[in-house]
Every structure is written in C-alpha cells, then in structure tokens.
C-alpha cells in the first residue's frame, strides 16, 4: 500500500480502523471491501431516504452503496481518528464502533500474514478474508473465516494484545 510509505505505522490495523470508524458513523452494514491499486473499494447497504411522509417510507430504503477511498481519503481519515484519540476528554462520536473494532481486529491479523493483496466480506458480523500471499512457488489465495464470536473475542482481546504486543487469534487460514 502505497499510502504507507515514509510514515511512522505501515499496517492494515490503522487503515482498516479508520475506514471502519468511518463506516459506523455512515450506518453502513454488510461490507465488501477489496484493495486497489490507489486505495480501497468499498460497497455495503444503507438506509436511504427516511421520513418522507407514509409509515413505511418514514423507514427508509435500503441501498447498496459504493465508495472508494483514495490513499489521500485514508491518511485524512487516519489523522483524524489520531487526533480524535489524542482528546483528553472522550470523543464526541463516543467509544468506537462495530466496523472500527472489527476492521482494526482484522488488520491486525492481516499484517501478520503479510499479504501483497486482500479482499473480504461481512455479513451479519462474520467475515471471510482472502489475502494473495507470495512465497517462493509463486502468489496463491488464502481464505480465513471469522464468525461474528470470533471477532467479538478478538475485539475483546485487543487491548491486552496491543499492551503485551502479543499475536491475535484466529480462525484457522484456508485454503
């Protein structure tokens, strides 16, 4: 990721967790996102068009959307999600959300695995990753599956883990 270069954090865990952070405050759900050569592609569902007049369009419809977040757009994001945490006194939007500590979670485990490539999906707080790994015989797909508990005990597990800087859990990689 070209975005990293000549910056003090080179990993998936502060990029993911500033566009999750980002994702929370838009309300999106069922994400997809995948890498790209200038940043990230990211499409999800949200409510569009609330309180119109009758009952049932008062509720909105929901839409796909996409967005694309250009290397600028995610090292904006990071800076404010820095200075945000910076605040001596609790960020106005509160504590991080669902996608912010997911994505972070996730990042984490990315950057150990070292990927060149990735892509993954959610639904209903389970996520399916697919990192391009390199080696020696040459790039291959890798899968990993995180259900909805899996993330929520590495969520949890975070602030231990970034405290002792001690490797995450996860489900097992497959192939």
């Not at 796909?64 to 904006?76: C, G, N, P, V, Y």
């Not at 150990?112 to 015989?137: H, I, N, T, W």
């Amino acid at each position: 990721m070209r975005i990293y270069e000549g910056s003090p954090r080179q990993d998936f865990e502060e990029v993911f967790r500033s566009i999750g952070a980002f994702l929370d405050q838009r309300g999106m759900k069922d994400v997809l996102l995948a890498e790209a050569p200038d940043g990230f592609i990211v499409q999800g569902l949200v409510v569009a068009g609330a309180n119109t007049g009758t009952w049932s369009d008062s509720m909105g419809q929901v839409i796909k959307e996409t967005l694309t977040f250009l290397d600028d757009d995610i090292a904006r994001f990071m800076e404010e999600a820095l200075a945000r945490r910076g605040q001596a006194a609790p960020a106005p939007s509160g504590p991080a959300g669902y996608y912010e500590s997911a994505f972070r979670v996730l990042g984490r485990y990315m950057d150990e695995q070292k990927p060149k490539d990735v892509f993954f999906f959610e639904q209903d707080g389970a996520f399916v990753v697919r990192l391009l790994m390199g080696g020696q015989s040459g790039s291959k797909h890798v899968l990993a599956e995180f259900t909805r508990d899996d993330v929520t005990e590495m969520i949890a597990r975070g602030p231990a883990n970034r405290a002792k800087d001690a490797t995450p859990g996860a489900a097992p990689a497959k192939s």
